[in-house]
Structures are given as C-alpha cells and as structure tokens.
C-alpha cells in the first residue's frame, strides 16, 4: 500500500483580525491618555469616603507636602487661547518688578506646578532639565510679611472668576501649615474649596446600619 | 495609473511569470511594536481619578463685627491632639464655672463616629432612610433632588450638634481630613474648624496628665 505523503506544511495563523485589535486598543488608549504634568513634589493624599471626581480644568491646586513646602499650579482653562497661566505670570512681573521674556512665558504655560520665591523664576523657567527645577523647589513663602500665594492667587482668581480651589496636602504634612493656606484662601474670600483625597469605604457601627 | 498599465503590456510582449504571488508581509514586527505600545499605555492610563472632598466654611466674621452666638446645649467640641487621638465634650468651655470634662475616642468606626452618629441620629436617619427608599424605589425622584433635598435637610436640622473642630499645632493633615470625613459620614449639617483656646489647651494638657 502507497502512502500517501502528506506535504509537511508549517501552518499559518492569520494574524489580521488579532492585529485589528491590537490597533485599535492601542489607539483608545493613546486617545485616552493623559499624562501625568511634572509634579513639583511627590504627595501621598490621605483617605476620605467622598466619591466627587476632582474638576477638569479651571482648577487652581495648592499642594503641601510632607515637608510643609507649599506649591501652586493653576491651569489654563478649557480654552487654551485666553493663555491664562501667561497672563498670571505677567501680572506676578509686574507686581515683582521682573520682565519676563515671551520665550520664558511659553516655558511657564507648558510646566505645571511648582513652589518657589518670584526671585528665583526666572532661574527656574531657564532651568535645562527637570531634575535642576525639582531640585529648586523650596516652597511658595506664605509667611505674613511676604505672602507670595496670596498674589498667585489674587492673579490667578483675576484672570479667571470661575476657579475652584484644591488643597492637596500630603497625608503626614502639619496642620499648622495647612493653616496658614486656609487663612491665604479665606482672606482672599474663599470659603468653599475641596480637598484632594483618596477613597475608602465607608463603615458605620452596627445600629446604624439601615437594612 | 497610465503608466502601470504600460508597464504590464510592455510585460506582456517578453516572459510572462505565471505564477501569481499573493505578498505575504511578515507582520511579526509590527504585532511586537503595538503590543508594545498597547502595554505601555495600558500601564500609563490612570483610570481613577484623584476625588476630592469639598468643605465650605463660614465666612470671617468683619473686623467690627461680632461673631454668632453659639447655642450652648447644640455644641459639641472635638479636640484633635497628637498621636491620631481625639478629645470631645459637649457646651462651652468657661473658665468660670467648673470645666467641662473631655471624653478619648478615635478614628475607627466605634469611635468619634459613633459619638457623632449618637447626637446626630435624627438627621441621619432621616437622611438615610429617604436614601434607602430611593433605592428600593419607593421614592422616584431624579438624583439631582435628592441632593437638593438632604442640603434642605440639613438647612432644617434643628436638633443635630454644631461640631467646633480645634486642632493642636502638632496634629498631622491626615487627620484634619479624617474628622472632616466624620463629618460627612455622620451628616453633621453644620461644622466649622477654629483654633483652640488656652482654656481648652489647659483640659487637654491636665486630661493627658491624669492619664
């Protein structure tokens, strides 16, 4: 009897269908993305049983670290003409005495939030790399005499009235500090703000639990 | 197009190849780089959210003007002191009559919540009862009223304790937004964060002493 030989054939495997799929999650989440902006400090947010997302833009973020620095970030609207953070650092200049070149202005639109005296922005919007700018980083002062977030804010609230106000403190940062910043947003009238935190569930001692 | 056509009757006068080859494009690499980029973005995307708990305080009293008056048998002060502990005790502290006498509790669910829950049991029954009908549908109204309704809710609260939040200098953030977390578990409808008094930094001091 003959055998039949069979052509050894390695098989293929159509990989049309499965490479569709790859692209097209790969381009909902590039779609998707958003990338984290610089941070000026890494901030570990306590927890809270609050579910309300944080708001997209018109957002101004003041963030405490562990160490009681004190950083501000303010964002430029959903429309991106009006150049909000521009004019806000234009106004800190000229509140400052500091001339600030278009090119720096440009710098300081694309960054996101940072923590240092006016006298050093300038130094820091020709910083080369990000490493050198976190590395001058040494905290907004808020002190009485020279309260430098009391204008951020002034500034930021003139150029856009519909602001809503974060506090992102870091979990082990002291109260006094946080202090100091809530009297800075209730002197310049704001009594309503949110705090940044993280979600846990929440538990109630048996008797008030409603079945 | 006119000259691939040319092309193929030129082709068509010399040796024609017969066999017709369907291009096969090795796609191996392409596969590997999106699954490459699908994994990277995968991994990068925050899906969550940061959440934000929102606190709206009272508005500084003017200069010349005098702070509300605060009913007596309505108030309930919780001291924050160091170590994550917390002190509480009813009415007002007047360092003429004899003091009040202050009460440990902590974070758990039996602690200060517990005492909250306790003294704000109308309120938040009444709260979560109309949720619990909501959800099992005895109640049809849209999500929007119901929020409506628990903030009219707590403009009619009557009975519930005015919390006074004081915290000592060396209390850490984390716990500031625990007990304004509290606060929002419980339902207190109102609350507000003040600085202690001497008086009161005298009963914490003697209270950890006796201790």
Not at chain 2, 38 to 67: C, G, Q, S
Not at chain 2, 119 to 146: A, C, W, Y
Request: charged letters at 25%; one cysteine or more.
């Amino acid at each position: 009897m003959g055998k039949i030989k069979l052509a050894v054939k390695t098989p293929r495997i159509d990989m049309t269908p499965m490479v569709d799929l790859f692209f097209l999650l790969l381009v909902f989440f590039i779609l998707t993305a958003t990338f984290r902006p610089e941070e000026a400090a890494p901030i570990t947010t306590p927890m809270s049983t609050s579910n309300t997302p944080i708001p997209d833009a018109h957002l101004v973020t003041i963030m405490i670290s562990k160490d009681d620095k004190v950083f501000f970030n303010v964002d430029n609207g959903t429309d991106s003409t009006e150049h909000i953070r521009a004019k806000v650092l234009q106004a800190i200049g000229s509140n400052y005495q500091i001339k600030f070149t278009p090119k720096e202005i440009k710098k300081f639109e694309g960054l996101a939030s940072f923590g240092l005296p006016y006298t050093k922005l300038k130094e820091y919007l020709n910083a080369p790399d990000s490493k050198t700018r976190e590395a001058m980083q040494s905290g907004i002062p808020i002190d009485s005499l020279d309260n430098q977030l009391m204008m951020w804010i002034r500034f930021a609230r003139t150029y856009n009235n519909n602001l809503a106000f974060a506090i992102k403190g870091d979990g082990a940062a002291n109260y006094p500090a946080v202090k100091k910043v809530i009297a800075v947003l209730q002197d310049n009238n704001v009594n309503k703000f949110n705090l940044t935190t993280d979600l846990k569930a929440v538990e109630l001692p048996a008797e008030f639990i409603n079945k | 197009m006119a000259e691939i056509v040319q092309e193929e009757g030129h082709k068509g006068k010399g040796k024609r190849k017969a066999k017709k080859h369907g291009t096969h494009i090795d796609m191996t690499p392409m596969v590997d780089l999106a699954c490459l980029l699908l994994t990277f973005f995968m991994l990068t995307t925050a899906f969550n959210k940061p959440k934000v708990m929102e606190i709206i305080l009272p508005e500084k009293p003017k200069e010349n003007e005098k702070p509300p008056e605060l009913d007596k048998d309505r108030a309930l002060t919780v001291l924050l002191v160091e170590n994550d502990k917390v002190l509480w005790y009813v009415g007002l502290a007047d360092p003429n009559k004899p003091l009040p006498v202050l009460t440990e509790a902590d974070f758990s669910k039996e602690g200060i919540r517990k005492v909250l829950l306790q003294r704000n049991k109308q309120l938040f029954t009444r709260i979560s009862d109309m949720n619990k009908d909501v959800i099992e549908g005895k109640l049809k109204i849209p999500r929007d009223s119901v929020e409506g309704r628990i903030k009219r809710f707590y403009k009619e609260d009557k009975f519930g304790p005015i919390v006074l939040i004081k915290a000592a200098d060396g209390v850490k953030y984390r716990n500031i937004v625990d007990i304004i977390d509290e606060m929002a578990i419980t339902n207190i409808a109102r609350y507000t964060l003040v600085d202690i008094n001497p008086v009161e930094k005298l009963m914490v001091k003697t209270h950890i002493s006796t201790k």
